[in-house]
């Protein structure tokens, strides 16, 4: 089983209810869009796969690279999700803190109108936090817990750890068909970078810990931890070129802007939106039809909708909701038989994918950022410090002089 690892900055503050109710609300289309065309246990999947769950955080506008990811994408999912689990079939339960608590009786009362084992999934939630605040000693301190589950008795869990000392975050994600065993690599995947020595009693190479021996605490991960891949997510707030797989983010920009390689009907059911909705949108059709190798550079998910911190620019508020009305339009449609916008978005895509494989990324990138946040004011540009302003005519800028 493969585990990756990856640090996050730790961030304190709230999410502005202007980007949470944004936040709920695409979050529930991307969800509802996933489970009508693979499945609920899809969605499940995606969850427990951390550079998936990344790249949701960035399109949905939040901090690229923080821990803050974690607590607002699973409170804005459990808020809009919630509120269609009869239609949608998954519940997520838990949280932050006090909440995470209030996850045994959640799962009892889902349990009782679905009529799932509901002693089973208590026990499945409370091993999966066990383990990991426990079993696994790594110095971070679980203070998020999130269970996710659908009617067919499937569940993942979401949770984090900080370490104070060191200022990051850990995130580690379960999913139940590759969980044979609670106390022998039962993860999908840990998110977190080495910080030191590991006790990891849950590890193939710790059986013989289980069984009372307690010498691998004494050795280092490299062994404890067999096929680590690493994500390392920085502490500077700014996204730079080396944190964007430019040729990825080149097709994007030429689908949206230069409209390659898109067929007519897709030009005409897409028709009205300029490229800047486009540009997101590719990015979001992309976080619902990628596939698992495209979402290593989830950096590049934040040309979406920016970032509450104003990188890399502002948030877009009404390129935000374009794209919330188009994706939500394209899957009321579809679910009443008509899935012609759907198979649009679908192919927005494909057609970055099919153009990226020949594409040569040039050296505009800075300038794609200052173009996004010169024009930041035209699209309702949002962050925590306030509204994006017009910038300054030339004269005004020079009437020092």
């Known amino acids: 089983m493969s585990r990756s690892y990856a640090d996050m900055p730790l961030h304190y503050g709230q999410v502005p209810p202007w980007l949470y109710q944004r936040m709920s609300k695409l979050g529930v289309a991307i969800v509802e869009a996933i489970a009508m065309e693979y499945g609920r246990g899809a969605v499940l999947q995606r969850l427990s796969d951390p550079f998936w769950f990344q790249a949701l955080g ?54 009782e109108h679905t009529g799932l084992n509901g002693d089973l999934l208590v026990r499945s939630s409370k091993l999966s936090a066990k383990v990991d605040n426990t079993a696994i000693q790594d110095g971070f301190q679980l203070y998020l817990h999130s269970f996710i589950l659908t009617s067919d008795g499937e569940w993942a869990v979401v949770q984090q750890g900080m370490n104070d000392a060191t200022g990051m975050a850990r995130r580690y994600h379960w999913h139940s068909p590759t969980v044979a065993s609670f106390v022998e690599e039962p993860h999908t995947f840990i998110y977190g970078a080495n910080q030191g020595q590991i006790i990891n009693i849950t590890d193939k190479l710790a059986d013989t810990t289980r069984t009372g021996i ?45 409209k390659e390689h898109l067929d007519m009907e897709s030009l005409l059911l897409l028709q009205g939106l300029g490229p800047r909705t486009l540009q997101s949108l590719v990015l979001v059709s992309e976080v619902i039809h990628g596939t698992p190798s495209r979402f290593e550079d989830p950096a590049r998910f934040s040309f979406a909708h920016g970032g509450k911190d104003g990188h890399p620019f502002p948030v877009p508020t009404h390129v935000y909701d374009e794209t919330i009305k188009t994706l939500e339009v394209a899957v009321q449609r579809a679910k009443l038989g008509n899935s012609d916008k759907n198979e649009a978005i679908k192919g927005l895509a494909k057609a970055s994918k099919q153009l990226e494989q020949n594409f040569e990324p040039n050296n505009n990138f800075e300038q794609l950022i200052e173009r996004e946040r010169r024009d930041s004011w035209k699209y309702g540009g949002r962050t925590v410090m306030g509204k994006a302003k017009p910038p300054k005519p030339a004269s005004d800028q020079l009437s020092l002089f």
């Open 58 to 111: 960035c399109v949905l506008g939040m901090d690229w690279h923080s821990s803050g990811i974690t607590t607002s994408v699973m409170g804005a999912l459990k808020r809009s999700v919630n509120e269609r689990s009869k239609d949608l079939g998954i519940y997520i339960c838990g949280g932050k803190g006090k909440y995470s608590k209030e996850t045994p009786a959640e799962l009892m009362r889902i349990a």
């Open 214 to 258: 307690l010498q691998l605490a004494q050795q280092g991960p490299e062994k404890l931890l067999p096929e680590i891949k690493k994500l390392i997510m920085p502490s500077h707030h700014d996204v730079r070129a080396k944190d964007v797989d430019l040729k990825r983010l080149g097709s994007v920009l030429a689908v949206a802007y230069e």
